[in-house]
């Protein structure tokens, strides 16, 4: 099964993506390696991060602070084991709580430190980090300050610091731009192919034998324009063509007519097998003229103004019309209403497609053989056949709906002229079966 091609937006929003990952790749690239090259901008960002972190641990008034170290942060600083070194100093300088004693002097300068909003020391230059440093938690001068150290980084507080930079320079912006553009770029989209959209449901519709068959240009970007104009001119082309073609059809027609007229008369005069023979011959051609006659005037009658048809009315008149013929070809024929209901057609199209299915059943049956005719359920004909003494197998019969004749082609076109559908088909249950469905009433 082919895969339906996908739409344009899906295309476009396709691409989009992939190049906004390609360039949240190389952002990521180059956000990860100029914060990583900086060593010192790693350390002031892990010490913000980590007194941050810390701070709700901070309870009481300046009169009674107390300390409790943060859950998510116990791990970390509840003993000094992994290199992990913090205090807290209240306003007056006084210790509120250490995870050190003695040890924290080598990492942690004077207590004059705390008048600093923000303090840092590079203990051992390079990476792992290495360092100490401390803020207070306002802009008061009377405010809490909490002092940590980091020694050898083993929980790896370098790379939170680079995931925090990263989301918060990175993914939030790159994805509300991405939304965004996405966003705009696909409500564009659609607004500029609507007329397409329009366009193409109307090509779905159009009659190319209809000289008024054309495709709007008006309100399309300039790229659709030219192509609908292209189809347009394929269009005239194919009316030109059609046209020419009819005429042409019809003037060999009527240039036969009268050479076939004119012979048929001189035949009758003699009486001779052999001359029977050749005027059924002669018939035959008649008919196939006739028929391309039909042809070459139905795309005329398929642009006159439809009016309202009752099909077992019409039905029953071309019944009666041919029912002498059809006796007469020994056959027999009748007609059932199967609850039919009106429709809005050519009436003079409609009873040629009945005329052509009833002669084709006689053509294609032998003697005996019972055609039913039947108007309904619905906007609906058909004729049926039993094949008669013909109907030995069903081969013969289904090479001939394959390669259809001229009146089947003709009942076919008709069909199509009233928006409708023409169907054959055999079953050893029902015979031959043509079927002509037309649209109801609205």
């Not at 909003?117 to 300050?145: C, Q, Y």
């Not at 906007?379 to 390669?403: E, S, T």
Request: glycine share 8%; net charge neutral; proline share 6%.
């Amino acid at each position: 099964m082919t895969r339906p091609a996908p739409s344009l937006v899906a295309l476009v929003v396709k691409r989009i993506v992939i190049f906004a990952a390609v360039a949240m790749v190389a952002q990521f690239l180059g956000v990860f390696l100029e914060y990583w090259s900086d060593t010192q901008n790693l350390g002031r960002l892990a010490i913000e991060l980590e007194t941050e972190a810390l701070a709700p641990g901070l309870s009481g008034s300046k009169d009674h602070w107390t300390y409790h170290i943060p859950e998510k942060m116990r791990g970390r600083y509840r003993t000094t084991a992994d290199g992990y070194f913090m205090r807290v100093l209240d306003p007056s300088g006084e210790m509120i709580y250490s995870n050190c004693s003695t040890e924290c002097d080598a990492y942690f300068p004077t207590l004059e430190t705390r008048k600093l909003d923000f303090w840092m020391m590079e203990i051992k230059p390079g990476k792992p980090l290495n360092i100490s440093g401390g803020r207070s938690l306002s802009d008061d001068p009377d405010a809490v300050t909490i002092d940590v150290a980091i020694l050898g980084d083993r929980d790896g507080v370098i790379y939170r610091v680079l995931a925090n930079e990263i989301t918060d320079h990175m993914t939030l912006p790159m994805s509300l731009m991405l939304v965004v553009v996405l966003g705009a770029t696909s409500l564009s989209i659609l607004q500029s192919l609507r007329p397409v959209r329009l366009s193409a449901d109307l090509a779905a519709t159009l009659d190319p034998l209809s000289p008024s068959a054309r495709l709007p240009v008006e309100g399309m970007p300039r790229e659709v324009a030219d192509f609908a104009k292209a189809v347009n001119m394929a269009l005239e082309r194919i009316f030109a063509l059609m046209q020419s073609q009819k005429v042409m059809t019809s003037a060999i027609s009527h240039e036969v007519r009268t050479p076939l007229a004119m012979a048929r008369l001189e035949l009758e005069k003699i009486a001779d097998p052999r001359a029977r023979k050749v005027e059924e011959d002669l018939e035959a051609l008649n008919r196939l003229v006739e028929q391309l006659t039909t042809l070459a005037r139905l795309e005329g009658a398929g642009v006159s103004t439809p009016e309202r048809i009752d099909p077992v009315e019409s039905a029953q008149q071309v019944v009666t019309a041919l029912a002498p013929l059809v006796y007469e070809s020994g056959r027999t024929i009748a007609f059932e209403d199967l609850g039919a209901s009106p429709f809005r057609g050519h009436r003079a199209l409609v009873e040629n497609a009945l005329r052509n299915l009833i002669d084709n059943a006689i053509r294609h049956t032998g003697e005996g053989a019972a055609i039913r005719v039947t108007a309904g359920p619905g906007a609906c004909f058909a004729v049926i056949d039993d094949g008669g003494a013909k109907a030995k197998a069903a081969g013969p019969r289904r090479k001939g709906i394959d390669r259809p004749g001229l009146g089947l082609k003709i009942v076919s076109r008709i069909a199509e002229l009233q928006g409708g559908r023409f169907e054959m088909s055999i079953s050893s249950r029902d015979g031959a079966v043509a079927r002509l469905t037309l649209p109801p009433l609205a």
